[in-house]
């Protein structure tokens, strides 16, 4: 069978770029190995993040490598054959996260966050899902005087973005959430024009069902390979194989392997996460997401309960779960909230694609035609598929582009 475009990958990228194709007309099958939304974008906590204009540069203060060496924070751990793996797009990330080359990458990266919230609006209306989303923000809670200090500074300075926040003392953030226990916080501020999906993965299923409404093709089946087939492109799966004019991949964290034998070596590493579920009760319930930021996880409120979902973890994509880091900070969030019926038997994990210059590939390929890339956004996939599915639209029926996508080539990596 033939399409007009192929697109690998039915996370939020995938899945929103294949929406955008399909609305201007273009006859495309979205693939996967899985039904859309089952991988990381279902496992992440949900936040679509208007504030998020700052990126997540390396620790390069000796101080601040210091306290990740014994490998017990709850923020971010790492195991060995991970590091060695990637250890050069880690010396990569610590390259990009010199304060100079830090400033250019966020003003960069701000011109693609800038658009998140009004394009997961226009998908939103057209799949009739405004039941999934909560508009009023998320609360990030501080522990110490000098942090919460910074980030205040910060917030205020965010405000010439157009992102708003209000500062909450102790009181006020008990008024908030009135079931929190907040000892041990100083304050925390509240970011108001972020929002809060109850369900990430529905969210992508619903896009897919958008998607599918105006006769886009969804095929389940996983992609052993891709060739280049005359100006176009086959496609070939464990059980069947397409052929299209254009080609998309946007595999999330398994890009990269996608894509090797094509010549391609680009420096995509996952940084794995966990989440847990507990029971909803009228002890816990919260309104609001909840970000421990000393201890690095968000406690959120899901349809299938509250969400608890740890920071970073360096681990290979096929290592077993270590539930170390989960279990740690779970001794954090049972003090906020009382957390007694777990929900899954066991856990969920899942990586975010992640680049060394912490911005994602959006564009051509490069060394073939019609071969488009969209991956590695990172901690902010679930926030940015939206506007990466309008820019791969634009540029493949070559339109005049929402975003410059210069810095977010794919051949950045071989020029330097
Ligand atoms: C714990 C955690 C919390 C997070 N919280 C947030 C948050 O609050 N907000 C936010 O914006 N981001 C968050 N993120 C990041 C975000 O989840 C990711 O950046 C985003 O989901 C990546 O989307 P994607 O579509 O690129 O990848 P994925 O969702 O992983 O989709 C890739 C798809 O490709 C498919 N695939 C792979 N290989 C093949 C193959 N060979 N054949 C067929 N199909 C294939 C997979 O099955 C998968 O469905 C979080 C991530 C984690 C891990």
Same mark, same amino acid.
């Given at each position: 069978?033939?399409?007009?475009?192929?697109?690998?990958?039915?996370?939020?990228?995938? =899945?929103?770029?294949?929406?955008?194709?399909?609305?201007?007309?273009?006859?495309?099958?979205?693939?996967?190995?899985?039904?859309?939304?089952?991988?990381?974008?279902?496992?992440?906590?949900?936040?679509?993040?208007?504030?998020?204009?700052?990126?997540?540069?390396?620790?390069?203060?000796?101080?601040?490598?210091?306290?990740?060496?014994?490998?017990?924070?709850?923020?971010?751990?790492?195991?060995?054959?991970?590091?060695?793996?990637?250890?050069?797009?880690?010396?990569?990330?610590?390259?990009?996260?010199?304060?100079?080359?830090?400033?250019?990458?966020?003003?960069?990266?701000?011109?693609?966050?800038?658009?998140? =919230?009004?394009?997961?609006?226009?998908?939103?209306?057209?799949?009739?899902?405004?039941?999934?989303?909560?508009?009023?923000?998320?609360?990030?809670?501080?522990?110490?005087?000098?942090?919460?200090?910074?980030?205040?500074?910060?917030?205020?300075?965010?405000?010439?973005?157009?992102?708003?926040?209000?500062?909450?003392?102790?009181?006020?953030?008990?008024?908030?959430?009135?079931?929190?226990?907040?000892?041990?916080?100083?304050?925390?501020?509240?970011?108001?024009?972020?929002?809060?999906?109850?369900?990430?993965?529905?969210?992508?299923?619903?896009?897919?069902?958008?998607?599918?409404?105006?006769?886009? =093709?969804?095929?389940?089946?996983?992609?052993?390979?891709?060739?280049?087939?005359?100006?176009?492109?086959?496609?070939?799966?464990?059980?069947?194989?397409?052929?299209?004019?254009?080609?998309?991949?946007?595999?999330?964290?398994?890009?990269?392997?996608?894509?090797?034998?094509?010549?391609?070596?680009?420096?995509?590493?996952?940084?794995?996460?966990?989440?847990?579920?507990?029971?909803?009760?009228?002890?816990?319930?919260?309104?609001?997401?909840?970000?421990?930021?000393?201890?690095?996880?968000?406690?959120?409120?899901?349809?299938?309960?509250?969400?608890?979902?740890?920071?970073?973890?360096?681990?290979?994509?096929?290592?077993?779960?270590?539930?170390?880091?989960?279990?740690?900070?779970?001794?954090?969030?049972?003090?906020?909230?009382?957390?007694?019926?777990?929900?899954?038997?066991?856990?969920?994990?899942?990586?975010?694609?992640?680049?060394?210059?912490?911005?994602?590939?959006?564009?051509?390929?490069?060394?073939?035609?019609?071969?488009?890339?969209?991956?590695?956004?990172?901690?902010?996939?679930?926030?940015?598929?939206?506007? =990466?599915?309008?820019?791969?639209?634009?540029?493949?029926?070559?339109?005049?582009?929402?975003?410059?996508?210069?810095?977010?080539?794919?051949?950045?990596?071989?020029?330097?």
């Amino acid at each position: 069978m033939r399409y007009e475009v192929i697109v690998i990958g039915a996370g939020m990228v995938g =899945t929103s770029i294949a929406w955008h194709l399909q609305k201007k007309n273009s006859k495309v099958l979205l693939l996967d190995k899985k039904s859309p939304g089952s991988e990381t974008s279902y496992g992440n906590a949900g936040l679509i993040q208007r504030e998020a204009i700052h990126i997540h540069p390396f620790p390069r203060q000796p101080i601040e490598l210091l306290k990740v060496l014994p490998n017990k924070n709850t923020d971010i751990r790492y195991r060995w054959p991970a590091v060695l793996r990637y250890r050069q797009a880690l010396l990569g990330y610590w390259r990009f996260s010199a304060p100079s080359s830090v400033q250019k990458i966020e003003k960069e990266w701000q011109t693609l966050i800038e658009h998140c =919230t009004s394009e997961h609006q226009k998908m939103i209306t057209a799949a009739g899902v405004e039941e999934l989303i909560r508009r009023d923000g998320w609360v990030e809670m501080h522990r110490t005087d000098d942090k919460f200090k910074t980030a205040v500074a910060a917030a205020k300075n965010a405000r010439e973005q157009g992102i708003e926040h209000q500062v909450l003392s102790l009181a006020e953030l008990k008024a908030l959430e009135p079931n929190g226990n907040f000892d041990g916080f100083i304050g925390a501020i509240h970011w108001l024009n972020s929002w809060q999906v109850s369900n990430p993965g529905e969210l992508v299923k619903a896009y897919a069902k958008s998607f599918r409404d105006m006769h886009g =093709t969804i095929g389940e089946s996983s992609v052993k390979k891709i060739l280049p087939d005359g100006d176009g492109w086959q496609v070939i799966t464990d059980n069947n194989f397409f052929y299209s004019d254009h080609l998309v991949v946007a595999a999330g964290p398994w890009s990269s392997e996608l894509i090797k034998p094509l010549g391609y070596d680009l420096p995509l590493f996952p940084m794995r996460g966990y989440h847990q579920h507990f029971e909803a009760t009228d002890q816990n319930a919260i309104n609001h997401s909840l970000v421990d930021v000393d201890n690095g996880f968000v406690m959120g409120p899901m349809q299938q309960g509250i969400r608890i979902t740890t920071g970073a973890e360096m681990a290979l994509m096929d290592a077993a779960k270590d539930f170390g880091q989960l279990h740690a900070v779970l001794g954090f969030a049972k003090n906020i909230l009382p957390l007694n019926d777990q929900v899954e038997n066991e856990p969920w994990c899942g990586s975010r694609p992640c680049m060394p210059d912490m911005k994602p590939v959006i564009g051509a390929s490069g060394k073939h035609d019609n071969l488009w890339f969209a991956f590695g956004h990172g901690h902010q996939g679930f926030t940015l598929g939206p506007i =990466t599915g309008r820019i791969v639209e634009e540029l493949i029926h070559n339109q005049p582009l929402t975003v410059d996508v210069e810095p977010f080539n794919a051949q950045r990596f071989s020029k330097s």
